[in-house]
């Protein structure tokens, strides 16, 4: 008795900074900001004749009906099985229920080139507003029940709309709130502190984790030493650092510790000529990218070692598909989100992007964008846990909620099937996240975090695009009325 007293008091002594709220907070009482989006209430709810893609891989289920039960999936019937009494039917014919999106590369804010004109000059310094108001309900409208922040400009921002999603107070998905951006000197934008370092790296993570984030984010400037400090920080407070490096190449950070690379293979520098020890290089990943071809032995070195290490990787193609001209345009269902600014600065970089079709430049990027579906494809056939996120910064092209549903798109065109390409943005992030005992995927017992579709995804992926519905613990939100809310908000709140 007085041991094991002795051995928690001691364990309480340890544990330096208040654990973060959970990613997953227990359902609230919904207030009044949140009641007009409720399209179901939750309740005993089945709904019949629905096809199920359970996010596991395996095909769909035809004819099912879907229990649910308050906050929890209760059940999975086949078609023709008694629905138990009190429980409200709702006909599910023609349409799919798939697990909700985990969102692995998501951001809540957008990217503000100052003074942009149509040559694409813009001012310095690059500023990032926050979308605080728009980007929690184009999430949760497109699907994405849960996500990571993924680096943060604002992290008492995050932190505050997480609680109040927590709450019931605001409307939005699950948040994995991550730190801010932990970078040295020469960073692309202006909002974080400049770590100077290992100490320092140290330092700004322990902070981080005390305020009570659940995850960490290194940039493209630290040195393999600020870097190696702030994995041992995050790893001592129990929390996972992510990384878009380009300063440290992939085979270093492995070495060092990390848990996940952001970007797929599109910014390890091991290979770009000029490379120098803790620098970033002017190519920033595509020379090496170029260089690793998919079978080759540099690219089998490379995933074996991230495969034995258990490094996760995130796949963000939308947000590089922006960069091969003649990419598909933004649906009008985009555009009208969009602020008039917003929808401009689109447009402008659309324009240069379209401009510069046929140079080598624009040859080189599309031959290293086919590289990196190749690579992620091998590494997922090695065994390696690949996750999805749309990334939504870049040229303004990558919208919140929109981009994740077209991230799914751009798996199944890089050779995933379509349930390959759901689990790696359901099941695989939950996973990653140590939370896919309560989401990602569709199963009894499970937290009601799922979405409806008009179609059939398994056949034609498109139709992730048609959400009906999104549950979340249980309450149905109305899709469409959360994306009207935010009609020409983008790129402004
Ligand atoms: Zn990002």
Redesign the pocket.
């Known amino acids: 008795m007085t041991l094991r007293l002795l051995a928690a008091a001691a364990a309480l002594a340890i544990a330096t900074s208040a654990p973060a709220a959970p990613v997953l907070a227990p359902p609230p009482q919904l207030g009044p900001d949140v009641q007009p989006f409720v399209h179901i209430p939750a309740g005993q709810i089945a709904i019949t004749h629905l096809r199920i893609i359970d996010g596991t891989g395996a095909a769909p289920v035809e004819d099912a009906t879907l229990l649910l039960d308050g906050a929890k999936i209760a059940g999975v019937q086949p078609a023709g099985a008694a629905v138990p009494a009190g429980y409200r039917i709702i006909d599910g014919t023609g349409e799919t229920a798939l697990p909700g999106l985990v969102g692995m ?1 998501n ?1 809540l804010y957008y990217l503000q080139r100052p003074n942009l004109d149509a040559e694409g000059h813009f001012e310095q310094p690059i500023i990032i507003p926050q979308m605080t108001f728009s980007a929690p309900r184009l999430y949760l409208a497109n699907g994405v029940t849960t996500m990571r922040t ?2 943060s400009v604002e992290p008492y921002t995050d932190l505050s709309l997480k609680r109040e999603i927590d709450a019931g107070h605001l409307v939005g998905p699950h948040l994995d709130v991550t730190s801010p951006y932990l970078e040295g000197p020469g960073a692309f934008f202006i909002q974080n502190h400049q770590i100077t370092s290992p100490e320092d790296a140290r330092k700004e993570v322990a902070f981080w984790a005390d305020q009570g984030v659940n995850d960490f984010k290194a940039y493209m400037h630290l040195t393999r030493a600020e870097l190696g400090a702030a994995i041992k920080e995050a790893h001592r407070h129990g929390l996972k650092l992510t990384g ?1 490096l380009c300063s440290v190449t992939y085979p270093e950070a492995v070495a060092l510790g990390i848990d996940n690379l ?1 970007h797929g293979f599109f910014v390890n520098t091991q290979l770009d000529p000029g490379k120098k020890p803790d620098e970033c290089s002017d190519g920033t990943g595509t020379p090496t990218l170029l260089k690793m071809t998919p079978g080759s032995p540099e690219a089998n070195a490379l995933i074996k070692l991230l495969v034995d290490h258990h490094v996760a990787v995130t796949s ?1 193609l939308p ?1 590089f598909a922006q960069s091969v001209p003649q990419h598909e345009p933004l649906q009008a269902r985009q555009m009208d989100v969009l602020s008039p600014e917003a929808k401009e600065a689109y447009l402008f970089s659309r324009n240069l992007v379209a401009s510069r079709a046929g140079t080598p430049r624009a040859k080189d990027f599309a031959q290293a964008y086919k590289n990196d579906l190749g690579l992620e494809r091998q590494f997922v056939a090695a065994g390696g846990l690949l996750m999805a996120g749309p ?1 939504p ?1 870049g040229n303004g092209g990558v919208i919140p909620g929109f981009g994740d549903q077209r991230e799914i798109e751009l798996l199944v065109e890089a050779g995933f099937t379509p349930v390959e390409a759901i689990r790696i943005a359901t099941l695989n992030g939950a996973t990653y996240l140590g939370l896919a005992d309560r989401i990602g995927s569709i199963a009894p017992g499970k937290d009601a975090d799922l979405f409806i579709v008009k179609g059939n995804p398994a056949a034609n992926i498109a139709d992730v695009e048609n959400v009906i519905v999104v549950f979340k613990d249980g309450v149905g939100y109305d899709s469409a009325k959360l994306i009207r809310s935010v009609r020409g908000r983008f790129g402004e709140y």
């Open positions: 590369h951001h993924t680096g878009h952001e963000t947000v990334d910064t």
